[in-house]
C-alpha cells in the first residue's frame, strides 16, 4: 500500500505529471502575457503543448563527433530529477515526502539539470555547445551563492537560535506567526530570490547560457527530437519549480484546509510570481554580457540577500 | 492518440530557420516585418529557430551564389525530417535579374524539392504568411505518411 502511495507521488501528483502539466500551463500564460505586452495577438496559451508533441515526432539526430551514450542520457537525468524535486516542496498544507534538511535536498537536485545541460552539450561535440557550457558554468556559479544565502536567511529566521532546513516547519512556523513576506527583515531576502528565479530558468536577460541568435542555443545546439523535447520540457518544468520554492518560503502561511483548494492557490501565487520576476523581465530588457552577469549576481543580488541575512541574524 | 496528437502538433509549431543564399537583404527584412506585431507570425506558433537541428521550415532567400551552394546543401541535410523548404522572393526561383549570372548556380529546385515557392521582388509579408502557413499544412502531411 505504501509503495502504491509512494508509486502516485512520484508519477502523477505532486511529482512528473503535475509538474509537467503545470510548466506547461505556465509556460503558454508567460508567452502569451509577453504578447500582448508587446500588443500583438500571440500563440494559444496550449502552445507549449504542441511544441512538445511537434518534437516527439522529428528525427533524432545523432551527430558523429558525439558520445552517443551521454549525449542521450543527459536530458533524461534533467528531467527525472526535476520531477522528483517537486516532491520535497510543500504545496501550501499539503507535503509528499518530508525530511530534517529537505531545503539542501532540493538546493542538491535544482542544479542536476543544469549540470545535465552541461554534459549534454559537452558530449555534442560542437564548439558552439562549447561556449554555452562555459557561459552556464559561470551562470550557474553566479545564482548559487545568493541562493543558499536566501536559504540560510529562511532557515535561521524559522529556527531563531539554531538553523532549520525543514520546509515542513518552515511551512508551519508561516502558518501560525504569518508569512515571510510580511516580515521587512525578509523583503531584500525576497527581492534577491525573485532576482534568482530568471537566471535559474534562464530568460531573456539571463538566458546568456542559450543565447539562440549569437551562439546558436548553445548547450542545445545539436539536438533533435525528443531529447531536445525533454530538455524544453525541462525548462518548463523548472518555472513551477523555482516559483513553487519562492511560493514555500515566503506565502508558506496561506491555509484553505482542503487540498485541491491549496493546490489552485499554490499555482496562482506561483503564476503571479512568474509574471513579476520570468514574463515582465524577459518583456522589458535585453540580453546581459556573461561578465556582466556575474558581476550583478556577485554585488546586487548578493548584496539584498546578506541584508536580509544579517537583519536576521541580530535578531530582526 | 499521442501519435494524432503529434501529427496535428506537427502544423501548429512550425519553427524557422531562415538561409541567406546571397539576398540583397529586401526579402529577409520582409520575413522579418512577418514576425514584427503587425504581422506577428507567432500566432501560428512560428518561431525563429537558432540551429537548423531545431527547425521544421527552412525558409531560402537569394539566387543561390556559388559560395553559399555547398552550405546550403549542408544546411538543409542537417535539418531533422519531416522538414519543409520555402523559397521567398523570385530569386531562388528563377535567378530574377541575376539570371545568366557566372557567380549565380540557381535556381533552388536543382537541389532540393521546394514545398511552397513565394514570387515577387519582395514578395509582400502578407503573402509571406500564407506561404508560410501552406508550408505548415504541408507538414503535417509529410508528419502522417512518415508515422505510417
Not at chain 1, 512528473?16 to 508567452?31: Q, Y
Not at chain 1, 496561506?254 to 503564476?271: K, P, Q, Y
Request: hydrophobic share 50%.
Amino acid at each position: 500500500m505504501i509503495i502504491l502511495q509512494y508509486l502516485f507521488y512520484i508519477l502523477i501528483f505532486p511529482g512528473a505529471l503535475f509538474t509537467i502539466a503545470a510548466g506547461l500551463l505556465l509556460a503558454g500564460i508567460d508567452r502569451k502575457v509577453i504578447a500582448h505586452m508587446q500588443k500583438r495577438i500571440g500563440p494559444p496559451v496550449a502552445q507549449p503543448v504542441y511544441d512538445f508533441f511537434k518534437l516527439l515526432g522529428k528525427e533524432t539526430i545523432i551527430p558523429a563527433t558525439a558520445n552517443r551514450a551521454a549525449y542521450l542520457i543527459a536530458p533524461v537525468v534533467s528531467f527525472v530529477s526535476l520531477c522528483i524535486v517537486m516532491l520535497f516542496i510543500p504545496i501550501l498544507g499539503f507535503r509528499a515526502i518530508g525530511g530534517a534538511a529537505d531545503m539542501i535536498v532540493i538546493l542538491y537536485l535544482i542544479t542536476i539539470p543544469g549540470a545535465a545541460l552541461i554534459v549534454g552539450g559537452a558530449a555534442s561535440g560542437s564548439p558552439f555547445a562549447g561556449i554555452g557550457i562555459s557561459r552556464e558554468m559561470v551562470t550557474m556559479m553566479a545564482y548559487e551563492l545568493p541562493l543558499v544565502i536566501i536559504l540560510l536567511t529562511v532557515a535561521k529566521k524559522v529556527g531563531g537560535d539554531m538553523l532549520i532546513f525543514d520546509l515542513g516547519i518552515v511551512s508551519a512556523y508561516q502558518a501560525q506567526a504569518g508569512s515571510l513576506i510580511t516580515e521587512w527583515s525578509m523583503i531584500p531576502a525576497a527581492v534577491a530570490m525573485l532576482l534568482v528565479i530568471p537566471a535559474e530558468i534562464g530568460t531573456q536577460p539571463f538566458d546568456v547560457a542559450e543565447a539562440e541568435n549569437e551562439i546558436c542555443e548553445g548547450p542545445l545546439v545539436e539536438y533533435s527530437g525528443s531529447p531536445l523535447a525533454l530538455f524544453k520540457l525541462s525548462i518548463n518544468m523548472k518555472m513551477i519549480i523555482m516559483t513553487g520554492l519562492f511560493t514555500a518560503l515566503f506565502f508558506g502561511g496561506i491555509r484553505t484546509g482542503f487540498v485541491i483548494t491549496d493546490l489552485i492557490v499554490f499555482v496562482l501565487i506561483s503564476t503571479a510570481v512568474m509574471l513579476v520576476c520570468i514574463t515582465t523581465t524577459h518583456a522589458i530588457t535585453a540580453r546581459l554580457k556573461i561578465e556582466h552577469l556575474f558581476k550583478f549576481y556577485w554585488t546586487v543580488v548578493a548584496g539584498l540577500a546578506l541584508v536580509s541575512a544579517v537583519l536576521v541574524w541580530i535578531g530582526l | 492518440m499521442i501519435k494524432k496528437m503529434i501529427n496535428k502538433s506537427a502544423s501548429k509549431s512550425p519553427w524557422l530557420f531562415h538561409i541567406n543564399t546571397g539576398s540583397c537583404n529586401g526579402c529577409d527584412i520582409e520575413i522579418v516585418a512577418c514576425l514584427t506585431p503587425r504581422y506577428d507570425a507567432e500566432r501560428f506558433g512560428f518561431k525563429l529557430a537558432g540551429s537548423p537541428r531545431h527547425a521544421d521550415i527552412l525558409v531560402v532567400s537569394g539566387p543561390i551564389t556559388v559560395q553559399s551552394r555547398d552550405r546550403l546543401i549542408r544546411t538543409i541535410e542537417q535539418t531533422p525530417d519531416p522538414k519543409c523548404v520555402v523559397s521567398v522572393g523570385s530569386c531562388p526561383k528563377s535567378g530574377n535579374v541575376f539570371k545568366g549570372s557566372y557567380g549565380i548556380d540557381g535556381p533552388l529546385d536543382k537541389y532540393v524539392h521546394v514545398d511552397v515557392s513565394v514570387a515577387g521582388c519582395t514578395p509582400k509579408p502578407e503573402a509571406i504568411m500564407e506561404g508560410l502557413y501552406k508550408a505548415a499544412q504541408i507538414l503535417e502531411k509529410k508528419r502522417e505518411a512518415m508515422s505510417k
